[in-house]
């Protein structure tokens, strides 16, 4: 199996004790993480609200990943995700939120983001330590494992 690239996450892009007053505030807070560290146009915004009132970007287990419509791809400068703990919880059409994911990809690059935090998802371990991250490098080592860590 090939060894999975890193996910792009920049630090700047890790907020863990956010509020939102309900689901779009939620995901206006994720695109402006991604807005903030370059990585989308301030349009990408209004495409991430789009892609969820046509589908729900709740995952499970308090987790959302909230993401553009295929028409927005011309915003996104590169690929990039940002994370956003909101320790209070957010309504999200009935469930609780409490740790949102925002991505941003050209082309397909979506698709690949979506499989690797899937699979750190998957993980109940993982998923929790996410979900109770309290320091920036807890989220970085979460998502991106380094091979000193994958060989043990």
């Known amino acids: 199996m090939p060894e999975a690239a890193p996910l792009p996450l920049d630090p700047r892009a890790i907020l863990l004790t956010a509020s939102a007053t309900g689901r779009d505030d939620a995901i206006r807070q994720c695109g402006q993480a991604l807005l903030d560290v370059g990585a989308v146009q301030d349009s990408y915004i209004g495409a991430m609200l789009e892609r969820e009132r046509s589908i729900s970007t709740y995952v499970g287990e308090g987790v959302a990943i909230p993401h553009g419509t295929l028409a927005a791809k011309d915003a996104v400068h590169h690929d990039a995700i940002c994370v956003l703990r909101f320790p209070d ?48 490098a807890e989220v970085v080592g979460l998502l991106q494992p380094n091979e000193e860590d994958e060989a043990q």
Request: proline residues 2%; charged residues 25%.
């Open 89 to 136: 919880g957010v309504d999200w059409d009935g469930e609780r939120v409490t740790v949102c994911i925002g991505i941003a990809a050209k082309g397909d690059g979506h698709v690949r983001l979506l499989a690797e935090l899937a699979q750190i998802l998957m993980d109940p371990e993982q998923a929790q330590a996410l979900r109770e991250a309290t320091q920036v």
